[in-house]
């Protein structure tokens, strides 16, 4: 377990390459094309960087949830539709970072409000989506285990939060 956490600290660090102040920087540059290549390249970093970690979570989940042959076979496929849908709403969740990183010192009252609200509705769906995956999931494995991957799943994805809650500077009021 101990190597668990390290290799999911690693991942989390690796978030922290790309704090909203890094996009905002790059939306700030004073050439709008410079500005376009350089968001666009933060984009696809934040993408291979956002594959690499599902691919080291699906490995900690592998070393760590003990699968016979037969489980493998039956939960993995279950596994991949599980997080293609949960990265539907992480682009969701990096769009909403990128807006706020965007309008960081300049929103208004009523976009910090939505901004919070759709945030929240996030948080929401993925309980939902966690929810709905709990009887799929232990369709294809028996109760601990299912109870061992979402715990290992809600694990791995509160120490990423926690990395990226900690690198978003708190809304600043307009003066």
């Given at each position: 377990m101990k190597k668990t956490i390290a290799v999911v600290s690693f991942v989390a660090g690796a978030v922290l390459m790309f704090t909203p102040r890094t996009i905002a920087q790059a939306g700030n540059e004073p050439n709008s094309q410079s500005a376009a290549t350089s968001q666009s390249g933060i984009d696809q970093d934040?993408?291979?960087?956002?594959?690499?970690?599902?691919?080291?979570?699906?490995?900690?989940?592998?070393?760590?949830?003990?699968?016979?042959?037969?489980?493998?076979?039956?939960?993995?496929?279950?596994?991949?539709?599980?997080?293609?849908?949960?990265?539907?709403?992480?682009?969701?969740?990096?769009?909403?970072?990128?807006?706020?990183?965007?309008?960081?010192?300049?929103?208004?009252?009523d976009q910090a409000l939505s901004l919070m609200k759709r945030s929240l509705s996030l948080d929401e769906q993925v309980a939902q989506l966690r929810s709905k995956y709990v009887p799929i999931i232990n369709q294809v494995l028996p109760g601990t285990k299912t109870a061992t991957f979402f715990q290992l799943e809600r694990y791995i994805n509160s120490l990423i939060d926690l990395q990226v809650a900690g690198e978003l500077p708190v809304v600043q009021e307009q003066k």
């Open positions: 934040v993408q291979m960087l956002r594959q690499d970690i599902r691919s080291r979570k699906k490995q900690i989940i592998a070393a760590n949830l003990k699968l016979t042959d037969t489980e493998a076979t039956k939960f993995w496929p279950v596994y991949d539709q599980y997080s293609a849908e949960l990265s539907k709403l992480g682009d969701q969740r990096y769009a909403l970072i990128k807006e706020y990183a965007k309008g960081f010192g300049t929103l208004t009252d």
